[in-house]
């Protein structure tokens, strides 16, 4: 079996945006989850409704690159010999 290395490293940079825009997603969607939990608690805090929608469209934007980067990543995998993704697997992945 020969190894396509073109194919390998589209693999590896498309999973590593991947976990990254997956991560980045995650830390956003906490962030703004401890905002409104706390803003749920204090009823003298308001809510700073152009930051939150700036951050949900943060989310949108991440969530959109992570599944587009996986898409690339799996489509390359079998040229390559590597497993597909799924995103479960990028957010639990340790590096």
Do not use: W
Request: proline share 1%.
């Amino acid at each position: 079996m020969s190894n396509n290395y073109q194919a390998l490293g589209e693999y590896t940079a498309y999973k590593m945006q991947a976990r990254d825009a997956f991560r980045r997603r995650h830390v956003i969607a906490n962030n703004l989850g401890v905002e409104l939990q706390r803003l749920a608690e204090r009823a003298d805090k308001q809510i700073d409704a152009d930051e939150a929608s700036a951050q949900i469209r943060e989310i949108a934007a991440a969530e959109k690159e992570a599944h587009a980067a996986l898409a690339r990543a799996n489509q390359a995998a079998p040229l390559c010999g590597q497993q597909e993704l799924t995103a479960a697997m990028l957010l639990n992945e340790r590096i």
